[in-house]
T-cell receptor, first 111, second 115 residues
Framework: TQLLEQSPQFLSIQEGENLTVYCNSS?????LQWYRQEPGEGPVLLVT?????EVKKLKRLTFQFGDARKDSSLHITAAQPGDTGLYLC???????????FGQGTTLQVKP | NAGVTQTPKFQVLKTGQSMTLQCAQDMNHEYMSWYRQDPGMGLRLIHY???????DQGEVPNGYNVSRSTTEDFPLRLLSAAPSQTSVYFC??????????????FGPGTRLTVL
């Protein structure tokens, strides 16, 4: 069974701080996605990375795909209360083509 | 466009009861899927469909049935509800880019409690 391990599971920080969320696996993925989910709603896609070493930026969010396409990170600069939510990574298996989700990281940004 | 809609939003069942969770999308997507979300476990794929008339099992299919008679609708049936099926259920439909990556659009979820 392919697994995606996300860390940390919970993060509570003050507004203005920086943070990094990690997504790790022993398996290779053809692509990796990051989603954000607010309470009572479905996940919303933030970004898809497909090339090893790829870096994508979305305003204060920076996403990186590992060189071997087994891991990824999400870095948020100067976090805002509006960044509060559940962040999920999801990898597309190179073997089966199925999308595998990590357990999620719950982020709370206090004003 | 309404996107992906799910009904009901909340449901309470007794053990052994059956029910159908409805999912519809108006984006003409071929690929649709059902996930369940449990605390600390992310989203797990139950069943998916690559087009009308075609369905396949995901990671946790036991106790669930699906059918896909139209492109728009993808209902999920619980045959005999068990407390272990207490969860939040999400339906999603996907579009694919020319680069071969997909964008999944999730519905708002159905919160199911089995007593």
């Amino acid at each position: 069974t392919q697994l995606l391990e996300q860390s940390p599971q919970f993060l509570s920080i003050q507004e203005g701080e920086n943070l990094t969320v990690y997504c790790n696996s022993s398996s290779v993925f053809s692509s990796l996605q990051w989603y954000r989910q607010e309470p009572g709603e479905g996940p919303v896609l933030l970004v898809t990375v497909v090339t090893g070493g790829e870096v994508k930026k979305l305003k204060r969010l920076t996403f990186q795909f590992g060189d071997a396409r087994k891991d990824s990170s999400l870095h948020i600069t100067a976090a805002q209360p509006g960044d509060t939510g559940l962040y999920l990574c999801a990898g597309r298996s190179s073997n089966t083509g199925k999308l595998i989700f990590g357990q999620g990281t719950t982020l709370q940004v206090k004003p | 466009n309404a996107g992906v809609t799910q009904t009901p939003k909340f449901q309470v069942l007794k053990t052994g009861q059956s029910m159908t969770l409805q999912c519809a999308q108006d984006m003409n997507h071929e690929y649709m899927s059902w996930y369940r979300q449990d605390p600390g476990m992310g989203l797990r794929l139950i069943h998916y469909s690559v087009g009308a008339g075609i369905t396949d099992q995901g990671e946790v299919p036991n106790g669930y049935n699906v059918s896909r008679s139209t492109t728009e609708d993808f209902p999920l049936r619980l045959l005999s509800a068990a407390p272990s099926q207490t969860s939040v259920y999400f339906c999603a439909s996907s579009s694919w880019t020319s680069a071969g990556t997909d964008t999944q659009y999730f519905g708002p979820g159905t919160r199911l409690t089995v007593l």
